[in-house]
């Protein structure tokens, strides 16, 4: 345990975090932390009368200046760790063929588990430096190779979901497994996760989509995942041409989710990617079973799969966080996925007429405690409220060398804009010199103070 999850810290500046879609609370104050949680949240002047009397006299004390932020770490529901040497590649290609002529075979090299280690002790340490405190990671079908991933995360502190993927049908680049070979392995590694004992790692149960996996992987993983209690993730309705695809194999099915529901793979613990043609049907479906939608705007846009119509999704009362979705996504940072976000739902208004286009308040919400409910890890994370982890970032909006200049100076005109606005350029402008210091249940695992 590191010394700041044992020292009781008390944090004081201005602080922004949402308690729903449209509900984001910025204000000036305090919050203490003991033992990596959450003990009291009040205002400035609640602060100013304990100090006063002395009750935070044992607290180590970080204030934060006028132009400083405290908010919630940033939670990524969608990313492949394995696919980070392709960013930026291949993007021209439709998912289908991308996946047959870049990812595979990149993922095919993870077989070796010292490429694995090299690259992964990367990628971790990218995400925590761009303020993802929480991330759920796809792995590669390899179980070696997978806990190399989970051994980074443990390493590094960062607070995860990791799947080792599986694949049970044959593909040009001869990355699949054996049926019984994929379930045990799948068995084996959910184990080793849990004999971790590490209380911020989680196993998930990582059917890749229903191309790759067939009906005997299918059922056979979502007995896995009832038999552990685990998260289940995997893709859906991403691209016409998959979802033709699907249809044609699975011509007992009326649409997409159908496939994954006669193999008891959606529920309220299942967390699917992409979700841009979801018919009616599908939709109310979703919403009954409790699916979690990860929004992955990048990739949607990169590989030209479609636009995700997520206002639609949220009035229908599904769960929806942010996925970066790399390497289909050419970005790793939530702050992107925020912005892209934004610029997809302004797309859908203008062009479909389905507006109110999300903003910027909305997707802050939806990089953080959307996000931590999509992966149902909203009793610990997600916003700051009494008795959840401190998973946190402080961000330095003006800060030297960041691309955000500062042309107004005083917050005495309008305290309450010029703290809103503080948050507002940092969605829309930030990155990750912005973000001084990153806090996961406490620890401090990023510090550029
Ligand atoms: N569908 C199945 N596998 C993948 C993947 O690795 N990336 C994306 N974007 N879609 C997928
Ligand atoms: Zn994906």
Known sequence: MSQEQQEKVVFVGTIASSSALDQLNVFKGFISVENGKITKIGSTAEYNSRETSNELSGYKKVILHQNQLLIPGFVDCHTHAPQFPNIGLGLDRPLLEWLDKYTFPLESKYVDVNFAKKIYEQVVQRLIKNGTTTACYFGTLHLEGTLQLVECIIKYGQRALVGKVSMNVKNDANYYNETENELNEVETFIQKVMGCKNNLVAPVVTPRFAVSCDETLMKGLSEIADKYNCRIQSHISENRKEVEYVLSTNPDCRNYSEVYDKHYILNNK???????????????????????????????????SGLCPVRKLLNNHITVGLGTDVSGGDSATILDAMRRTMDVSTHLELLENMGPALNFKEVFYLATLGGAKALRLDDKIGSFEIGKEFDALIVDVYTNGGQIDQYEYSMDENEEHYLLDLLQRFIYLGDDRNIRQVYVKGRKVKDLS
């Open 270 to 304: 299942c967390i699917m990617a992409h979700a841009i043609y979801l018919d009616e049907d599908e939709i109310s479906l979703f919403a009954t079973k409790g699916v979690s939608i990860a929004h992955c705007p990048a990739s949607n846009t990169r590989l030209k």
